[in-house]
Nanobody, 114 residues
Framework: QEKFVESGGGRVQPGGSLRLACVTSGFTFRFYEMNWYRQAPGQERELVARIAPSGVVRKYGDSVKGRFTASRSNADATAWLQMDNLKPEDTAVYYC???????WGQGTQVTVSS
């Protein structure tokens, strides 16, 4: 069974950085694209980044381009999201998911506030 465990969230001041991790299991990680999403209160889930099995990032959301960097380790079946120059509007629960999966992890809360 596919499983996604996100971690690394927390509370930071505007301009700060966080690095999120997504540890996966239950499928052959190196074969699949991975997505990072976020969902703020009262808003729909938003695609943040999509990364190919090769490590090439296919897409960043317009609001995070130039500030967030997605990466992965196929050996560790883990994806990461480096978030720099965080803004209050980045406050959300962040999730990772294999492209095509219907399973969600518990997410990790990111709060950007002074």
């Amino acid at each position: 069974q596919e499983k996604f465990v996100e971690s690394g969230g927390g509370r930071v001041q505007p301009g700060g950085s966080l690095r999120l991790a997504c540890v996966t299991s239950g499928f052959t990680f190196r074969f699949y694209e991975m997505n990072w999403y976020r969902q703020a209160p009262g808003q729909e889930r938003e695609l943040v980044a999509r990364i190919a099995p090769s490590g090439v990032v296919r897409k960043y959301g317009d609001s995070v381009k130039g500030r967030f960097t997605a990466s992965r380790s196929n050996a560790d079946a883990t994806a990461w999201l480096q978030m720099d120059n965080l803004k209050p509007e980045d406050t959300a629960v962040y999730y990772c998911q294999k492209v095509g999966s219907t399973t969600w992890g518990q997410g990790t809360q990111v709060t950007v506030s002074s």
